[in-house]
């Protein structure tokens, strides 16, 4: 609108205008209004066609400001709606995070409870393979020890293998043997029996008693073993072997017949004994023969005993050249016959050498009993 007058803005509806008493004042009030209102250009308006626009504005603006309050209090209503709803929403969340919060609690004592029970056996674990190392090292330990131990055994066997040898040799040799033929060597030296080195020489000589008791008591321990061999017990006597002072004892009457020779002017006492033996040797000899103990025919190669003698020799010392003759001849008798009882016993006891015995043994012994009988 222009009214064609020329009017700069009425500056009555600028505050406190009227209080400007300079031109500064004035432009810095007229500033403020502008910045307010905008910029104010000038126009050809008067004021009265000024106040109607300025009513406009002031109406338009009245509105704007209510639609602006009722925005803003829609926008309140709004605000406060999600205040109380983010409230809410604060507060389940709150219920759910402590719930949450409370499971996850549990879970993590749980888990560190798992965690503390995992570390206990993992600890009991490691102690355990701990022992199971020392065990092994001990194992490889003791097992290198034993190899060694082997070794050694090893090398100790194969040291004694010849040792090993010679022991089943031995041993081979042993179950061939028998303790008779081991422990009494019976021989003849001209008219002399000899029995384990002590021969029945000359008994008028007082050197030669020592020799002719300890034969005595060879003789004494020989049938002694061979009646046990045998299981002999004899009805009148039994015999006592004590080396040099064997004797026997006849069981009836608990009479001592001692085997000594210590005096020649005892020999009398001394035949005594030496027959009592030879009655004892007789009945020794009969059992043998009822029993079958006996393999070869008694009478073809053994001397016969009747009464005090041996083959018609008496077994009695006396004086006379020819008599002690007989004597030493008697006894030559004698050890004939323990010496084939002895191969009485290697026949009987020993199958694997008994044909060697009977084909050999037997055969030597017969020829050199025959030469004692010549």
Not at 143 to 168: A, H, P
Not at 252 to 263: A, G
Not at 296 to 320: H, L, R, Y
């Amino acid at each position: 609108m222009d009214c064609g007058k020329e009017f700069f803005l009425d500056h009555s509806d600028i505050e406190n205008i009227e209080e400007c008493k300079t031109q500064e004042e004035f432009d810095q009030k007229l500033l403020e209004y502008q910045k307010k209102f905008g910029d104010i250009f000038p126009i050809n308006i008067c004021g009265n066609c000024l106040k109607p626009l300025i009513n406009l504005k002031d109406t338009y603006m009245n509105k704007t400001k209510d639609e602006i309050n009722s925005i803003e209090e829609t926008c309140k209503k709004y605000i406060t709606k999600l205040k109380e709803k983010f409230a809410k929403e604060e507060d389940e969340l709150k219920k759910y995070t402590d719930e949450e919060e409370e499971k996850k609690k549990k879970e993590l004592e749980e888990m560190k409870k798992t965690v503390d029970e995992s570390e206990n056996h993992l600890k009991e674990l490691l102690k355990e393979l701990e022992a199971t190392e020392q065990k092994e090292n001990n194992f490889c330990d003791e097992f290198r020890k034993l190899e060694m131990d082997i070794y050694d055994v090893e090398k100790e066997l194969s040291k004694s293998n010849d040792i090993k040898l010679d022991y089943e040799n031995k041993i081979k040799s042993f179950s061939n043997t028998n303790i008779f033929t081991e422990l009494f060597q019976i021989s003849f030296n001209g008219k002399y029996g000899i029995i384990n080195g002590c021969s029945f020489c000359e008994p008028f000589s007082s050197i030669n008693w020592d020799s002719i008791n300890g034969g005595w008591g060879y003789i004494i321990l020989l049938t002694k073993l061979l009646s046990i061999k045998y299981k002999f017990d004899s009805t009148k006597y039994d015999l006592v072997p004590i080396g040099n002072f064997s004797k026997i004892i006849e069981k009836e009457k608990k009479v001592e017949y001692e085997l000594i020779l210590s005096d020649i002017k005892l020999k009398e006492k001394f035949n005594i004994s030496m027959s009592a033996y030879l009655d004892y040797l007789a009945e020794f000899m009969d059992y043998l023969f009822k029993e079958g103990k006996i393999k070869v025919n008694n009478g073809d190669i053994c001397p016969k005993i009747t009464g005090d003698k041996i083959n018609n020799k008496s077994i009695k010392i006396e004086s006379g050249k020819e008599k002690i003759e007989d004597w030493h001849q008697c006894m030559k008798f004698l050890l004939t016959i323990l010496k084939f009882l002895i191969l009485q016993v290697l026949i009987s006891e020993n199958e694997a050498f008994q044909e060697n015995i009977e084909n050999i043994d037997i055969i030597n012994n017969i020829n050199e009993i025959k030469k004692i009988f010549e």
